[in-house]
């Protein structure tokens, strides 16, 4: 599985520097290949467009751009596009419903636990592989 996770290219974008820099941090310690690290919307969105990545993983509440826009753009102009996990502070079951219409393939609550994240990238990256 490692050699799949480094052909894994993954963008991150959170208001939070330091929450993006963590997430970061972890990817590429576990072996993904970070290819963007954003801090707003509209920045994940640009980072997404030039950068190509297969997994973004976005907070929702982002200035310029929430989440749910950058994930509608995403899947309006790029098919099949990247592998989408929100991972936001809004939690509720509307929430979840709204990043999966948004067009998210995942959603985490915050403080969102690694072996969550991992395995859903792992799974992401082994499904991806079996269809090559």
């Known amino acids: 599985m490692s050699a799949l996770r480094e052909r894994l290219r993954v963008a991150v974008a959170d208001d939070q520097p330091e929450a993006a820099q963590l997430i970061a941090r972890l990817l590429l310690v576990a072996g993904y290949r970070v290819v963007a690290i954003a801090h707003d919307g509209q920045a994940a969105l640009d980072a997404i467009r030039m950068q190509q990545p297969d997994v973004a993983i976005l907070d929702i509440g982002m200035p310029e751009l929430t989440g749910y826009d950058v994930a509608k753009h995403v899947r309006e102009e ?55």
């Open 78 to 132: 790029q098919t099949p596009g990247p592998y989408l996990v929100a991972v936001t502070g809004w939690g509720t079951e509307q929430d979840r419903a709204d990043a999966f219409a948004a067009g998210f393939n995942a959603h985490l609550t915050k403080p969102a636990k690694w072996d969550e994240l991992h395995s859903l990238l792992q799974t992401f990256a082994g499904d991806r592989d079996m269809a090559t």
